[in-house]
């Protein structure tokens, strides 16, 4: 996975101020847990799912993968004619996925994948 912008539309993946210690110090490995969840919470609200998450990372997806199998079948089935939509398909559908993690300092910090 290689790290760069977020998608478009996402803003900011900074949570509000309370989720911080008021002296300035670093959050702690519970307020870590908290801010995470708050983005996952962020993304679900946006369309997301959770596919993996472990105590520090969560892996989330959006789309999915086409039933190639079920398209053929329909395909040959109506002499061909469902090919057309199968490729329209193909091409347009998209599996989107990213991986937050929040570091030391408490910011959320996203890897894009394939």
Not at 6 to 12: A, I, K, M, V
Not at 50 to 56: A, I, L, P
């Amino acid at each position: 996975m290689r790290p760069h912008d977020e998608p478009t539309g996402w803003g900011t993946l900074q949570p509000p101020p309370g989720y911080y210690s008021a002296d300035g110090r670093p959050p702690d490995a519970t307020q870590r847990a908290l801010i995470l969840d708050w983005a996952v919470n962020q993304r679900i609200a946006a369309g997301w799912r959770v596919e993996s998450r472990s105590r520090t990372q969560v892996v989330m997806v959006r789309g999915a993968p086409l039933n190639h199998l079920l398209h053929a079948l329909l395909t040959v089935l109506t002499c061909f004619l469902w090919g057309a939509v199968w490729l329209g398909l193909a091409v347009t559908n998209k599996v989107q996925r990213v991986a937050l993690t929040v570091d030391a300092q408490g910011r959320i910090v996203s890897v894009n994948g394939p």
